[in-house]
């Protein structure tokens, strides 16, 4: 749990949670700086130093953008493994690696306490609605799948929101069969839990809920237990909405939908054919074997159609879900991960019931063995199951390594911190020091401010693999062993870095190695890499926020996506908001492939 170390988002959730700690609620400052989290579209004439506000708060100053149900789980971790927030920021990096660590644990047990709740929830929703065999296909698939295993691997609201979505199916399905007051009650309240997790989870299963609701109608005194629920859903996020700000603060996010198109809408389940396929497949068998059921043997049809209502009725929320992330998703949460997060639930229920149906047919007395036995062969064939998470390298992870270096630096007092992309959440989480964002800062501040500047760079180029760097000298005539291969890996990153620092600031540190006959070559190797892990990582994602841009690097896929809604292309190279300030800087160059810029107080520019 303690490795690799939290990414962009986990940094997010973690200080959060610790303003938690400070001030009872998530709050948009920590170490006295504001917290910038999201793309950047609201301005705020206000502020001298800072050209926006960040989205994800309210002009009340609260957090609105994620749910706080699993902040407060975090802040408790914190609070239970004794880990508090920094109270005054300092200059040199606060905790050890093993502290570092240890954050990082805590920050994560709660996510992995909510998968162990959905693989417990998962099995009694599937024993409710299909029977014990369904049960155990859909815990063994959920188990060792490699998508349940992430979202369990990370501090953020993933794995709650499975749990509470498992939880909300369980209690209709209790609904249904009783009907009791305190069925209600309990879907009442986890409703509302489900709100103040994952906003769009909410929407989804309260529209899915109204397709049972003609189904409950032979229950007594019915109109009075929906109306009374329907009364506590909104005593219990109304409220918050008011208070918080939250409904004024919306309209300010730029929806996905006004940059997809058609091709960008069907891409996802295009890509997943199989899965729909076999889908339609069982539905269309559903509805064949109901009109010719005299006519088909009752093997074939008795594992199937006595349970059509729950089979189209997990059809119909995959489309739902579907739907409502295309349609009210902001641009900026777009990605096919997390549109799996709200599909998963009933389309790993809808493949149990499948697995467990076929498993019937085949060999009724050993549908359990059967049934879990293909719906974990079925992820297998897609290659997402495991049955052990890959170990963390012996190496200390590049981003303590950049920590450590921060420890024998030398920082003025006064000295500005910044950093791009998102690192900078990353370091103010791990080393109690003033780093912010340096996206959202006006270039008349970073012109003008009269102390020192240091700003870090996050990699923008990817590794070359040894075995390409053998093959190129291979073709020369010249061997290398793995070791020297490993080596001139380093030495080609560290030189394409350079190159590229040449034209930006006055002096780089260490200074440029000599060049060898073949360094052009791997340079051009490495920058092709490099568009090429851009591209697939743009493909991949689903965000269709970068459309329209060639994207060369990884600095560049940040900038477009902090800057998509204000004009990125007259905020990116020579018109960076720091470019100016970083001409006569002196660039480190540190592990792992960040650089650092000096901007020293005497080479301020008037």
């Avoid at 502290?99 to 920050?107: I, K, L, N």
């Avoid at 799948?145 to 992430?150: E, G, L, V």
Wanted: aromatic share 14%.
């Amino acid at each position: 749990m303690s490795d690799p170390p939290l990414w962009v988002d986990e940094a997010e959730t973690s200080i959060n949670a610790l303003t938690i700690l400070q001030r009872g609620i998530p709050s948009d400052h920590y170490l006295g700086l504001p917290i910038f989290e999201n793309t950047l579209t609201r301005s705020w004439p206000e502020s001298k130093e800072y050209e926006f506000r960040d989205t994800s708060y309210s002009d009340k100053g609260l957090a609105i953008y994620h749910g706080w149900l699993p902040l407060y789980g975090v802040a408790a971790s914190f609070l239970l493994n004794e880990i508090v927030p920094d109270r005054d920021p300092t200059l040199r990096p606060r905790y050890s690696q093993e502290e570092m660590r240890r954050r990082t644990r805590a920050a994560r047990i709660p996510a992995l306490l909510w998968g162990a709740v959905f693989l417990a929830l998962v099995f009694f929703v599937a024993r409710q609605v299909y029977g014990l065999d369904c049960a155990w296909a859909v815990i063994s698939a959920a188990t060792v799948s490699t998508t349940t295993i992430m979202y369990a691997r990370q501090a953020r609201y993933y794995s709650a929101t499975l749990a509470i979505m498992t939880l909300c199916c369980l209690l209709m399905c209790l609904i249904l069969k009783r009907g009791r007051w305190r069925d209600f009650m309990l879907a009442a309240g986890s409703l509302i839990l489900l709100f103040h997790t994952n906003l769009l989870a909410f929407l989804i299963v309260g529209t899915v809920s109204l397709l049972v609701v003609p189904f409950m109608l032979a229950h007594s005194q019915i109109g009075m237990k929906l109306a009374t629920g329907v009364g506590v859903v909104t005593a219990g996020v109304l409220p918050w909405m008011l208070w918080t700000g939250f409904i004024t603060a919306v309209v300010d996010r730029p929806m996905a939908r006004s940059l997809l198109s058609v091709h960008e809408i069907l891409r996802y389940p295009m890509e997943r054919w199989p899965y729909v396929l076999l889908a339609g497949a069982t539905l269309v068998w559903l509805l064949v074997a109901a009109y010719f059921r005299e006519k088909i043997s009752h093997r074939f049809i008795e594992p199937f159609l006595p349970y059509r209502g729950t089979f189209f009725f997990l059809a119909a929320w995959v489309c739902i879900a579907f739907v409502s992330f295309v349609c009210f998703v902001p641009a900026a949460s777009f990605f096919y991960s997390r549109l799996t997060l709200v599909l998963l639930v009933p389309s790993i229920l809808f493949g149990a019931m499948f697995s467990a149906a076929v498993a019937r047919v085949i060999s009724p007395r050993r549908s359990s063995l059967l049934a879990a036995t293909m719906l974990v062969a079925l992820l297998a064939w897609s290659g997402k199951t495991t049955l052990w998470w890959p170990e963390a390298s012996l190496d200390d992870p590049p981003v303590f390594q950049l920590i450590d270096h921060f420890r024998e630096l030398g920082i003025p007092p006064g000295t500005r911190l910044y950093a791009d992309a998102g690192d900078n959440l990353i370091l103010r989480f791990y080393t109690g020091m003033p780093f912010q964002s340096v996206m959202p800062v006006r270039k008349s501040f970073l012109e003008g401010y009269e102390g020192e500047v240091f700003i870090l760079e996050s990699p923008r180029f990817e590794w070359l693999d040894p075995s390409q760097i053998q093959r190129l000298l291979r073709s020369r005539g010249t061997h290398v062993s793995d070791a020297e291969a490993r080596d001139l890996v380093r030495r080609a990153f560290e030189n394409l870095i350079r190159e590229e620092l040449k034209t930006r600031v006055g002096q780089a540190w260490p200074t440029v190695e000599s060049p060898r006959e073949y360094f052009p070559e791997l340079l051009t190797l490495q920058r092709q890499k490099t568009h090429q892990g851009v591209t697939r990582t743009v493909t991949l994602s689903g965000n269709p926020m970068f459309r329209g841009y060639d994207i060369r690097d990884y600095t560049e896929m940040w900038q477009v996506f902090f800057f998509r809604f204000v004009q990125p292309e007259s905020r990116m190279g020579a018109n960076l908001n720091y470019a100016n300030r970083i001409g006569d800087a002196e660039a480190v160059l540190l592990p792992g492939g960040w650089v650092l810029f000096k901007c020293s107080a005497s080479r301020t520019r008037d």
